[in-house]
């Protein structure tokens, strides 16, 4: 694939490497935010090829993981409700909720799909129309503008059959509490590449000159990630700490203009609360006022949400980096892939889940 | 392993020596069907106590039965797919050739095959009528019998359409021994040709994520390779076709059953670019996406060149190559070794592998 | 949150009052909404996430960005490992100066 392949070239990977190895004289922690940059660093065995120096803290920029609890068990809800037509992007399925799943709820009879893109749901929405079609918009800001485009079309072609049950989280906020939390121990950010491709980089100057840390929008192929980490280094070796985009072939810094006004129009900023992390002051979106009656909580005024996060899961401080997985008390024992306590170990980028699989193999070995 | 119980419901839940295989989900899911983990563990943790000493279940493909002298490879198999028709291939073909090829890797010549199709009330005539022709071409193409079936139907909304059971024999030779446990430290790790090209074209077609590719399924029936390897006089150690769950699913299977650790190359993985590019665009791993009509070997190194000349030599072998090896280090896990040179843990499936967004 | 893969863009067409394309992933074709990216043309490459353009591909850049990592270690290739161990060990940039990264 154009665009993809060449970024994979092994050649050009252990040159990146070897300038790595070369550059880094003393430790540094950087933080890569995005889950699919996890995703990519994992599945590639980046980590293992840095220098020991360097660690690489995995950030909690997994949708999956920092969708609330509250929002999850309300999608459960509604989900399970007969004449529901429930979609989803597939790496919610398994996300477990204050007791159940959707698998669970979907092997009950709720009518669950994955799809693809919202736009199919929309359309399922049309060929049903006895039938209410909530479609669950998770993401970041990569994803929201497919949600808005959603919505916005469901007003504008009168489908009245279709809801969003939204839970949109942004980037730069989840950066400053980072931050801020007196336990951070984050040099540098990875920042995460296709959020830029939608929003430009215009954010980030600001918070790299207020906590004076490197942020170096990365993209996600392997020369990408460690390009990003490369450039990433050498400003810390060097003391600098500004924006720099290591990812120009899908990023600019004006990012994606009619992106940014249908995300204007759409949706207005509210407080989120991050899974596992807490409150995060305006670092969410919700429906604006235009398109409140495509809400799903809304359209369905689900009650009784009782939400009873496990006591032993300790996913917040992992998504803050403050812990590693295996330091968690119910790590491979109460919590692991097959029971996951919190989202971070079944997510397919969470932490934990990535943590399970490596460590096994070094008990085995040792 | 779990206590044998005395009657249905009898079943106690907290006798169980495992840790909570099943005890998280009081009712089936998709995932238990999926050919991974929790396909395995309801096997291990629900049928077969349940069957007590009446389960003289083995681990392969198909099991070998033997009977006056003669041995016999019996496999069953059910056939769910949808849409029933799909690039390449529909649930006819996969109804023959999976239950042939899962006779085949046990290294016997399939012979016979009973179906019985489950359908749903309303399923149009000429619909089912299709299933059929393309089952029949399949059995023809295949050179075995079909010698018995049965046809139920279910009411509508029940049964998606139609689904296929077969069973098959087929007679064993003598000194074939081919079974999952065999596989050694040293041996090689074969695979007959490209690998995720069923499942990326069963997904082209699946509601939710239409996507155009060239992709056709490879649904085949394999045991003219068969014979053809074990003819080389090779002592060929484990065969399996990795169909749900893929490559990985089976190479997990064979590393635990013989508790030897496998390692694969990810640069000689065979991938189409397309399967590779509609992974990617999915989000999906090729080694856990599903084919019908390959299959992975394992056999001592010393044996690989005259085998792989005569898998070049065939139809469904033309593109055979080496993958990977068994190992002593972990054993029962399977350990690719990526493009970059670093490691990742190619873990055993829990349940169907879902397009992700992330 | 951002597995957004690139095309090419074969055909375009107005659906439900919305420009939509048929994109080519190498083979792979798919229908993506081109809300966002509205004046793309046939050929061009767009990065695409749950079925919508969100970005065009920069050509140039990506261009620039692999004949830069092709660059690398070339200094390195002419003077031998010696050069850059002794630089490294004496605490000094390797290599020292000409070009910043």
Known sequence: M?????????????????????????????????????????????????PDELELIHGPGCPVCVTPLEIIDRALAIAARPGVIFCSFGDMLRVPGSSQDLFRIKSAGGDVRVV????????????????????????????????????????????????????????????????????????????????????????????ADKYQVPIVVTGFEPLDILEGIRKTVIQLEEGRYELENAYPRAVSAEGNKAAKEMLNDVFEVTDRSWRGIGMIPQSGWKLSDKYREFDAEQRFQVTDIHTDESTLCRSGEVLQGLIKPHECAAFGKECTPR?????????????????YLYRRLELVES | MAQPAGEAGD???????????????????????????????????????????????????????????????????????????????????????????????????????????????????????????????????????????????????????????????????????????????????????????????????????????????????????????????????????????GVAASLNEIAKASKVGVTLVERSLPIPQTVRDACGLLGLDPL???????????????????????????????????????????PGMVVAQTGLGGTRVVDLPLGEQLPRIC | MCLAVPGRVVSIEERDLTPMAEVDFGGVKKDVCLQYIPDIQIGEYVMVHVGFAIQRMDEAAALETLANFDKLGILEEEFGDGFALAAKQAGEPYPPEEESR
């Not at chain 2, 430290?185 to 060239?214: K, Q």
């Open chain 1, 116 to 207: 693809y893109s919202p736009l199919d749901a929309l359309n399922l929405a049309r060929e049903n129309p006895d039938r209410e079609v909530v479609f669950f918009g998770i993401g970041f800001e990569t994803t929201a503008p497919a949600n808005a485009m959603t919505v916005y079309q469901a007003k504008r072609l009168g489908i009245k059959n279709f809801s969003l049950l939204v839970s949109h989280v942004l980037v730069p906020p989840a950066v400053a509490a980072i931050m801020e939390s007196p336990t951070c121990r984050v040099q540098g950010f990875l920042a995460a590449g296709h959020v830029c491709s939608v929003m430009g980089t215009q954010e980030y100057p600001p918070l």
């Open chain 2, 11 to 245: 079943l106690d839940f907290d006798a169980w020596v495992c840790p909570a295989p099943l005890r998280d989900s009081p009712t089936i899911v998709m995932g238990h069907g999926g050919g991974g983990a929790l396909s395995a563990e309801l096997i291990e943790h629900l049928f077969l106590p349940a069957f007590g000493e009446a389960a003289d279940a083995q681990l392969g493909d198909s099991a070998i039965v033997e009977i006056g002298g003669t041995r016999l490879a019996f496999s069953t198999d059910s056939y769910v797919v949808k849409p029933l028709f799909f690039p390449g291939g529909s649930i006819g073909d996969l109804a023959v050739n999976g239950t042939v090829n899962d006779i085949a890797m046990s290294g016997a010549s399939p012979l016979v095959l009973s179906t019985a199709f489950i359908i749903e009330e309303g399923t149009e005539l000429a619909e089912l009528g299709r299933v059929a022709e393309a089952l029949g071409a399949a059995a023809r193409k295949a050179g075995i019998k079909l010698v018995t079936g049965d046809t139920k139907v279910v009411d509508s909304g029940n049964g998606d359409g139609v689904f296929v059971n077969t069973a098959g024999i087929g007679v064993l030779a003598d000194g074939v021994d081919i079974r999952p446990e065999r596989a050694s430290p040293g041996d090689v790790v074969i695979v007959s040709g490209e690998i995720g090209v069923h499942g990326v074209a069963v997904m082209s077609c699946r509601e939710g994520l239409e996507f155009g590719t060239t992709v056709r399924s490879d649904s085949a029936p394999l045991h003219g390779l068969v014979a053809d390897m074990v003819a080389t006089g090779a002592d060929i150690h484990a065969l399996r076709d990795p169909t749900r769950g």
């Open chain 2, 288 to 330: 856990y996406v599903a084919n019908e009509g390959k299959l992975l070997a394992i056999l001592p190194a010393d044996d690989a060149d005259r085998v792989l000349e005569a898998m070049h030599a065939h139809e469904y072998g033309w593109d055979a190559c080496i993958i990977g090896s068994c190992i002593d280090a972990h």
């Open chain 1, 339 to 355: 029971n996951p306590l919190g989202a971070t170990m079944v997510s397919s980028e969470g932490a934990c889940a990535a943590y």
């Open chain 1, 2 to 50: 154009k665009y993809l392949d060449e970024f994979s070239n092994p050649d050009l990977a252990k040159k990146l490497l070897d300038q790595i190895h070369q550059v880094t004289t003393q430790p540094w922690a950087m933080m890569e935010v995005c889950g699919g940059q996890t995703h990519s660093i994992i599945r590639h065995g980046i980590d293992q090829l840095l």
